[in-house]
C-alpha cells in the first residue's frame, strides 16, 4: 500500500512538474510575443522638446488707437520679426532692420545681440504711433532700489535698458536713467480717473487716493501711506472684497492685515461702484492639508457647497456712492438661493497694451446691467439696477426645463435696444429687443449654434458674431465670423473654407485677422475686411522642424453615436511609424463635458495626451458624445440631464467598435481609456460600466462621486428639484449615480491619480473609489500627487510617464521599464549647467 502511494505521488509530482514547465514556456512565448513599448519615439515629443521645434502657429494682432494698423510678433526657425501692418495700405512691412537694431543695441548695452536672438519686452507703441519703446534685460547686475544689502539672496537683479525707435528715421535712442517700473498691485481697483483705488483688508472696503497709491506701487509697506475705511461690518466669509482665499491656515493669520482685492466694477464717471458680497457663513468648510509645505503641515480652510445641501451662500450688491462715501445693499431676492452677477464694459482691442485699463460696468451713469439665476438653473433674468432708487428692473427672463445659459448683452446705443444670446428655440440665437425687454425680432435663426458677439457697428446696424454648424459639409464644431443686419437680413459668411477659424478684429469693425487650421493642416493667417475680401496673406506657419523628425498629422473621423443615427466627430492619432499590417492597442482620451468635449479642431503646440501617447505603440482617438459640447444643439448639449455618470459611455464604446470594424490595424480586445477631470471620472465610470470592454483605465483627479463636487457644476449638469411645501417652505433634493457604487464591477486595472492638495475636486472623490475598491477585494493602483492641486504642476511630466507606464504594462505586456527606478526619459530632459 505503501509502495503504490508512494508510486502515485511521483505520478503527482511528475504532472505539476509537467504543467509548471508547460506554464513556464507559455509565459516566455507570451513574453517574446509582447510588444515593446517606444519610449524613446515618445520622449522626442516633450514639452520641452515641442518648444523648440515649434514656433508661431497663429497672428496676434496689437490694434492701433489712431489708425486701423496693427503690429505682431512672429517666430520662425530663423528667429522673431516684428511686423506693422496698414489694411488701408495693404502693406506689411518690419518694424524695424533686427540686424541693424541687434549691433545698435550691443554698443549701448556691451552685451553682444545678433539678429535671431533679440530678447525684446514690453514692445508697445508711443501715443503718437510714430516710434515704439521696448526693453532689454543685460547681463549687469545691479542692486535693487529697495534694497541695501547686497549679500542679500534676491537683492541684485539684472539691470534692464529701456529703447526708444522712430519708425520713420530709423534713429534708436537708449532711454537715460530708465528704471523698470513695478508692477501694479493686484489688490488694487482703480476708478475711471484714476481718482480713488478701492482695496479691502480685514476683510472690510478701504480707499486711497492717486498720491498715496504711487507711494504703495513703489513700496507696499510704506508707513506714509494714507488709507480710509469704507466699512466696518466684514467678518471672514462675509467680507467686502477677499476672503483670503486659497491661503493655508498659517498665510491667512498673516495676510489678514495685508492689502487684497476688491473686485469692484465702477460706474463710467467714476462716481459709483458696485461690489457682489456673498454671506457663505453657513456654507460647510472643507479642508486640504499640505504635507510637504515648508516647516509643518498646513491646513487649508474653505467654504464649498455640496449638491443639495441646504447651507447656500447668499449673494447681495452693495452699491456705494463715493463721492459722499456712503452705500446701500440693493435687494435682488426673485428665487430661493439665488445667485447673482454684475457684467463689465467688454474691453476695447486697441486698449490691450494699456497699462491701466479700469474695470467698468455694463451700462451707464445711472444704471448697470445684472443677471440673477434661480438655484435649479432654470431661471434666468437679465435685469437692470436704477443707481438712484435701487430699483430693479426685470427686462428679460429665460426659462427652460433643463439649466438655462447666458451671455453679457450686448448695447445698442447705451441701452436703446439690447441684443440678447438665447437658446429658447433649442439652438444658440441672438434676439433683438428695445430697451424696457420687449422682443423686436430674433436674428439669427437656423439649425446652427451662434457663439459671440464680435462687434456691433450700431450706426449701419450690423452685428458681426462667430457661430458655428451652419456651413454644409464640415465639422459642424469649425468656427466661422458672419456678419447679419439687425433685422435677420443679410446674413453673410466672412471667412469660409473648410477649417476651424478663430477671429481678431479691430474695435471699428473695419478688418479682421482670420487664423486658421485644422489637426491635419498647417496653421495659417490672413487679413481681411468687414465683407470677407482678403486684404493680405500675413503669415503660414513654418512647421519644417516638427516635420523633420518624422512628425505625421492626425487624422479626422467621423461615427455614429449609440443610437445609430447621431454623427459624432473624432480625431484619431497614430504612431509615425505606423504599420497598417500590425494590431495595436487604442487607447481613448475622454472628457465628458458638457462645457467641452476634449476634441482638437484646429492645430496646436499641445501634443502630450495623445500624439505623444501614440508614440509607445497605440491608436489613440479622442471622440464627442452626446451631452458633451455646447456648441451644438441644446439637444445635444443636455442629453446627460438626469444622467452624469453614465452618459457618455455608450458613445465613446460605440465610436470604438466603428472603427475597429474599419480598421484591421485597431485591435478592439485591448482597450485602454484614460482623462482627467471628469475625464478621470469617466474613465473609471467606463471601467465599471462596461467591464468587459475596457480593459484598462488611468484616472486622474476624478470628480467620481459628484455629491460630494462642487454644488454649481453638480447641480446645473445633473439637475437638482426644487421642492416647495404647502407653507410655501422650498427646499432642494439631489440624488446622483457614482462610480463607487460599481466598486465590484472592475475587471481591468485601474490607476487612480489625485493631487493632494485639489481644492476644486477635493481628493476625497479618489479616496472614495478606493474605500469602495478595497471593501469589494479588487485589486488596483492609487498614486498621490504631493502638493498638486487639480493640475500636477511641475509633478505633470512625472505622471504622464506613469500613465505610459500602467498602459504599455497591461495592454501591451511590457514590463521592461518597470526594474529601473529612474525615468530615464526624464533624466535626459533635465537642463545641465554649464
Same mark, same amino acid.
Given at each position: 500500500?505503501?509502495?503504490?502511494?508512494?508510486?502515485?505521488?511521483?505520478?503527482?509530482?511528475?504532472?505539476?512538474?509537467?504543467?509548471?514547465?508547460?506554464?513556464?514556456?507559455?509565459?516566455?512565448?507570451?513574453?517574446?510575443?509582447?510588444?515593446?513599448?517606444?519610449?524613446?519615439?515618445?520622449?522626442?515629443?516633450?514639452?520641452?522638446? =515641442?518648444?523648440k521645434?515649434?514656433?508661431?502657429?497663429?497672428?496676434?494682432p496689437h490694434?492701433?488707437?489712431?489708425?486701423?494698423?496693427?503690429?505682431?510678433?512672429?517666430?520662425?526657425p530663423?528667429?522673431?520679426?516684428?511686423?506693422?501692418?496698414?489694411?488701408?495700405?495693404k502693406?506689411?512691412?518690419?518694424?524695424?532692420?533686427?540686424?541693424?537694431?541687434?549691433?545698435?543695441?550691443?554698443?549701448?548695452i556691451?552685451?553682444?545681440?545678433?539678429?535671431?536672438?533679440?530678447?525684446?519686452?514690453?514692445?508697445?507703441? #508711443?501715443?503718437?504711433?510714430?516710434?515704439?519703446?521696448?526693453e532689454?534685460?543685460?547681463?549687469?547686475?545691479?542692486?535693487?532700489? @529697495?534694497?541695501?544689502?547686497?549679500?542679500?539672496?534676491?537683492?541684485?537683479?539684472?539691470?534692464?535698458?529701456?529703447?526708444?525707435?522712430?519708425?520713420?528715421?530709423?534713429?534708436?535712442?537708449?532711454?537715460?536713467?530708465?528704471?523698470?517700473?513695478k508692477a501694479?498691485?493686484?489688490?488694487?481697483?482703480?476708478?475711471?480717473?484714476?481718482? #480713488?483705488?478701492?482695496?479691502?483688508?480685514?476683510?472690510?472696503?478701504?480707499w486711497?487716493?492717486?498720491?498715496?497709491?504711487?507711494? +504703495?506701487?513703489?513700496?507696499?509697506?510704506?508707513?506714509?501711506?494714507?488709507?480710509?475705511?469704507?466699512?466696518?461690518?466684514?467678518?471672514?466669509?462675509?467680507?467686502?472684497?477677499?476672503?483670503?482665499?486659497?491661503?493655508?491656515?498659517?498665510e491667512?493669520?498673516?495676510?489678514?492685515?495685508?492689502?487684497?482685492?476688491?473686485?469692484?466694477?465702477?460706474?463710467?464717471?467714476s462716481?459709483?461702484?458696485?461690489?457682489d458680497?456673498?454671506?457663505?457663513?453657513?456654507?460647510k468648510?472643507?479642508?486640504?492639508?499640505?504635507?510637504?509645505?515648508?516647516?509643518?503641515?498646513?491646513?487649508?480652510?474653505?467654504?464649498?457647497?455640496?449638491?443639495?445641501?441646504?447651507?447656500s451662500?447668499?449673494d447681495?450688491f452693495?452699491?456705494?456712492?463715493? #463721492?459722499?462715501?456712503?452705500?446701500?445693499?440693493?435687494?435682488?431676492?426673485?428665487f430661493?438661493?439665488?445667485?447673482?452677477?454684475?457684467?463689465?464694459?467688454?474691453?476695447?482691442?486697441?486698449?490691450?497694451?494699456?497699462?491701466?485699463?479700469p474695470?467698468?460696468?455694463?451700462?451707464?451713469?445711472?444704471?448697470f446691467?445684472?443677471?440673477?439665476?434661480s438655484?435649479?438653473?432654470?431661471?434666468?433674468?437679465?435685469?437692470?439696477?436704477d443707481?438712484?432708487?435701487?430699483?430693479?428692473?426685470?427686462?428679460?427672463?429665460?426659462?427652460?426645463?433643463?439649466?438655462?445659459?447666458v451671455?453679457?448683452?450686448?448695447?445698442?446705443?447705451?441701452?436703446?435696444?439690447?441684443?440678447?444670446?438665447?437658446?429658447?428655440?433649442?439652438?444658440?440665437h441672438?434676439? =433683438?429687443f428695445?430697451?424696457?425687454?420687449?422682443?423686436?425680432?430674433?436674428?439669427?435663426?437656423?439649425?446652427?449654434?451662434?457663439?459671440?458677439?464680435?462687434?456691433?457697428?450700431?450706426?449701419?446696424?450690423?452685428?458681426?458674431?462667430?457661430?458655428?454648424?451652419?456651413?454644409a459639409?464640415? @465639422?459642424?464644431?469649425?468656427?466661422?465670423?458672419?456678419?447679419?443686419?439687425?433685422?435677420?437680413?443679410?446674413?453673410?459668411?466672412?471667412?469660409?473654407?473648410?477649417?476651424?477659424? #478663430?477671429? /481678431?478684429?479691430?474695435?471699428e469693425?473695419?478688418?479682421?485677422?482670420?487664423?486658421f487650421?485644422r489637426?491635419?493642416?498647417v496653421?495659417?493667417?490672413?487679413?481681411?475686411? /468687414? =465683407?470677407?475680401?482678403?486684404?493680405?496673406?500675413?503669415?503660414? +506657419?513654418?512647421?519644417?522642424?516638427?516635420?523633420?523628425?518624422?512628425?505625421?498629422?492626425?487624422?479626422?473621423?467621423?461615427v455614429? +453615436?449609440?443610437?445609430?443615427?447621431?454623427?459624432?466627430?473624432?480625431?484619431?492619432y497614430?504612431?509615425?511609424?505606423?504599420?497598417?499590417?500590425k494590431?495595436?492597442?487604442?487607447?481613448?482620451?475622454?472628457?465628458?463635458?458638457?462645457?467641452?468635449?476634449?476634441?482638437?479642431?484646429?492645430?496646436?503646440?499641445?501634443?502630450?495626451r495623445?500624439?505623444?501617447?501614440?508614440?509607445?505603440?497605440?491608436?489613440?482617438?479622442?471622440?464627442?458624445?452626446?451631452?458633451?459640447?455646447?456648441?451644438?444643439?441644446?439637444w445635444?448639449?443636455?442629453?446627460?440631464?438626469?444622467?452624469?455618470?453614465?452618459?457618455?459611455?455608450?458613445?465613446?464604446k460605440?465610436?470604438?467598435?466603428?472603427?475597429?470594424?474599419?480598421?484591421?490595424?485597431?485591435?478592439?480586445?485591448?482597450?485602454?481609456?484614460?482623462?482627467?477631470?471628469g475625464?478621470?471620472?469617466?474613465?473609471?465610470? +467606463?471601467?465599471?460600466?462596461?467591464?468587459?470592454?475596457?480593459?484598462?483605465?488611468?484616472?486622474?483627479?476624478?470628480?467620481?462621486? /459628484?455629491s460630494?463636487?462642487?454644488?454649481?457644476?453638480?447641480e446645473k449638469?445633473?439637475?437638482?428639484?426644487?421642492?416647495?411645501?404647502?407653507?410655501?417652505?422650498?427646499t432642494?433634493?439631489?440624488?446622483?449615480?457614482?462610480?463607487?457604487?460599481?466598486?465590484?464591477?472592475?475587471?481591468?486595472?485601474? =490607476?487612480?491619480?489625485?493631487?493632494?492638495?485639489?481644492?476644486?475636486?477635493?481628493?476625497?472623490?479618489?479616496?472614495?473609489?478606493?474605500?469602495?475598491?478595497?471593501?469589494?477585494?479588487?485589486?488596483?493602483?492609487?498614486?498621490?500627487?504631493?502638493?498638486?492641486?487639480?493640475?500636477?504642476?511641475?509633478?505633470?511630466?512625472?505622471?504622464?510617464?506613469?500613465?505610459?507606464?500602467?498602459?504599455?504594462n497591461?495592454?501591451?505586456?511590457?514590463?521592461?521599464?518597470?526594474?529601473?527606478?529612474?525615468?530615464?526619459?526624464?533624466?535626459?530632459?533635465?537642463?545641465r549647467?554649464?
Amino acid at each position: 500500500m505503501k509502495k503504490l502511494y508512494f508510486l502515485f505521488a511521483l505520478v503527482v509530482i511528475a504532472g505539476v512538474q509537467a504543467v509548471a514547465q508547460t506554464k513556464t514556456i507559455s509565459l516566455t512565448e507570451t513574453t517574446s510575443l509582447a510588444e515593446k513599448a517606444n519610449y524613446q519615439a515618445a520622449a522626442r515629443f516633450s514639452p520641452s522638446k =515641442l518648444r523648440k521645434i515649434i514656433y508661431s502657429t497663429s497672428v496676434d494682432p496689437h490694434w492701433l488707437k489712431l489708425s486701423n494698423r496693427f503690429w505682431y510678433q512672429y517666430e520662425t526657425p530663423n528667429g522673431k520679426q516684428w511686423y506693422i501692418v496698414d489694411p488701408a495700405l495693404k502693406t506689411k512691412s518690419k518694424l524695424f532692420d533686427p540686424e541693424k537694431m541687434a549691433a545698435e543695441i550691443t554698443l549701448v548695452i556691451r552685451d553682444p545681440f545678433d539678429a535671431q536672438h533679440l530678447p525684446i519686452e514690453n514692445l508697445k507703441f #508711443a501715443k503718437d504711433e510714430k516710434s515704439i519703446n521696448f526693453e532689454i534685460k543685460s547681463t549687469i547686475d545691479e542692486l535693487k532700489k @529697495d534694497r541695501k544689502d547686497k549679500k542679500a539672496a534676491d537683492s541684485m537683479q539684472k539691470k534692464i535698458f529701456s529703447f526708444n525707435y522712430e519708425i520713420a528715421s530709423g534713429k534708436l535712442t537708449e532711454v537715460k536713467n530708465f528704471s523698470k517700473p513695478k508692477a501694479k498691485p493686484n489688490w488694487g481697483s482703480v476708478a475711471p480717473d484714476s481718482s #480713488a483705488i478701492i482695496f479691502s483688508k480685514n476683510y472690510n472696503l478701504y480707499w486711497m487716493d492717486k498720491a498715496n497709491y504711487q507711494k +504703495a506701487i513703489k513700496n507696499d509697506e510704506d508707513s506714509t501711506i494714507v488709507e480710509h475705511q469704507l466699512t466696518k461690518d466684514g467678518v471672514k466669509f462675509y467680507s467686502y472684497g477677499s476672503d483670503g482665499d486659497g491661503e493655508n491656515n498659517e498665510e491667512n493669520i498673516k495676510n489678514n492685515k495685508k492689502r487684497r482685492g476688491a473686485y469692484v466694477l465702477w460706474s463710467p464717471d467714476s462716481k459709483y461702484f458696485v461690489l457682489d458680497r456673498t454671506d457663505s457663513r453657513k456654507v460647510k468648510d472643507l479642508w486640504v492639508i499640505n504635507s510637504v509645505s515648508a516647516g509643518r503641515p498646513t491646513l487649508e480652510t474653505y467654504k464649498y457647497q455640496m449638491p443639495g445641501e441646504k447651507e447656500s451662500p447668499i449673494d447681495e450688491f452693495v452699491l456705494f456712492n463715493f #463721492a459722499a462715501k456712503t452705500y446701500k445693499t440693493i435687494n435682488t431676492t426673485a428665487f430661493k438661493d439665488q445667485s447673482i452677477s454684475t457684467w463689465g464694459k467688454p474691453v476695447l482691442n486697441k486698449d490691450r497694451d494699456n497699462e491701466f485699463r479700469p474695470s467698468i460696468w455694463l451700462g451707464d451713469n445711472q444704471k448697470f446691467y445684472f443677471s440673477r439665476t434661480s438655484r435649479d438653473l432654470k431661471r434666468i433674468d437679465i435685469c437692470t439696477i436704477d443707481i438712484n432708487t435701487g430699483v430693479v428692473t426685470q427686462l428679460i427672463d429665460e426659462r427652460f426645463n433643463t439649466y438655462v445659459e447666458v451671455q453679457r448683452p450686448g448695447l445698442v446705443n447705451g441701452g436703446n435696444e439690447i441684443i440678447h444670446w438665447s437658446e429658447r428655440d433649442g439652438w444658440g440665437h441672438f434676439y =433683438l429687443f428695445d430697451e424696457k425687454g420687449k422682443l423686436k425680432n430674433q436674428i439669427t435663426k437656423g439649425a446652427f449654434h451662434a457663439e459671440n458677439i464680435v462687434n456691433i457697428d450700431e450706426k449701419n446696424r450690423v452685428l458681426y458674431f462667430t457661430a458655428n454648424g451652419r456651413e454644409a459639409k464640415e @465639422d459642424p464644431y469649425f468656427m466661422h465670423l458672419y456678419r447679419i443686419n439687425f433685422d435677420g437680413s443679410g446674413m453673410k459668411l466672412l471667412n469660409g473654407g473648410d477649417f476651424d477659424h #478663430a477671429i /481678431n478684429m479691430n474695435d471699428e469693425a473695419k478688418f479682421f485677422v482670420d487664423n486658421f487650421s485644422r489637426v491635419n493642416t498647417v496653421p495659417k493667417a490672413v487679413l481681411k475686411d /468687414n =465683407l470677407g475680401n482678403v486684404v493680405m496673406d500675413l503669415e503660414t +506657419a513654418d512647421l519644417s522642424l516638427l516635420m523633420a523628425t518624422g512628425y505625421k498629422f492626425p487624422e479626422p473621423f467621423k461615427v455614429k +453615436a449609440d443610437d445609430g443615427v447621431t454623427d459624432i466627430y473624432g480625431v484619431m492619432y497614430k504612431p509615425f511609424d505606423f504599420n497598417p499590417n500590425k494590431k495595436y492597442p487604442i487607447i481613448e482620451y475622454v472628457y465628458p463635458g458638457p462645457q467641452t468635449e476634449a476634441v482638437n479642431k484646429s492645430f496646436g503646440r499641445s501634443m502630450d495626451r495623445m500624439d505623444r501617447l501614440a508614440q509607445l505603440g497605440y491608436i489613440v482617438i479622442t471622440v464627442g458624445n452626446r451631452g458633451g459640447h455646447p456648441a451644438r444643439s441644446k439637444w445635444y448639449h443636455t442629453y446627460g440631464y438626469g444622467n452624469l455618470r453614465d452618459y457618455g459611455l455608450a458613445d465613446k464604446k460605440a465610436a470604438i467598435e466603428q472603427l475597429a470594424d474599419r480598421h484591421s490595424f485597431i485591435d478592439a480586445n485591448k482597450v485602454g481609456i484614460t482623462g482627467h477631470s471628469g475625464g478621470g471620472f469617466m474613465s473609471t465610470a +467606463a471601467l465599471l460600466v462596461y467591464p468587459d470592454f475596457f480593459k484598462v483605465a488611468v484616472s486622474a483627479a476624478g470628480n467620481h462621486d /459628484n455629491s460630494i463636487y462642487n454644488r454649481w457644476w453638480s447641480e446645473k449638469h445633473h439637475g437638482v428639484t426644487e421642492v416647495v411645501s404647502a407653507k410655501g417652505d422650498t427646499t432642494f433634493k439631489y440624488s446622483i449615480d457614482k462610480n463607487p457604487d460599481l466598486a465590484k464591477n472592475l475587471k481591468g486595472h485601474l =490607476l487612480l491619480m489625485h493631487g493632494d492638495i485639489d481644492n476644486n475636486v477635493h481628493p476625497a472623490n479618489s479616496v472614495r473609489v478606493a474605500n469602495a475598491l478595497i471593501r469589494a477585494g479588487k485589486r488596483f493602483d492609487y498614486m498621490v500627487v504631493p502638493g498638486q492641486r487639480h493640475g500636477f504642476g511641475d509633478m505633470t511630466e512625472y505622471m504622464f510617464w506613469r500613465l505610459a507606464d500602467y498602459f504599455n504594462n497591461y495592454l501591451l505586456g511590457d514590463f521592461s521599464q518597470s526594474v529601473n527606478v529612474n525615468i530615464t526619459e526624464m533624466d535626459r530632459e533635465i537642463e545641465r549647467k554649464k
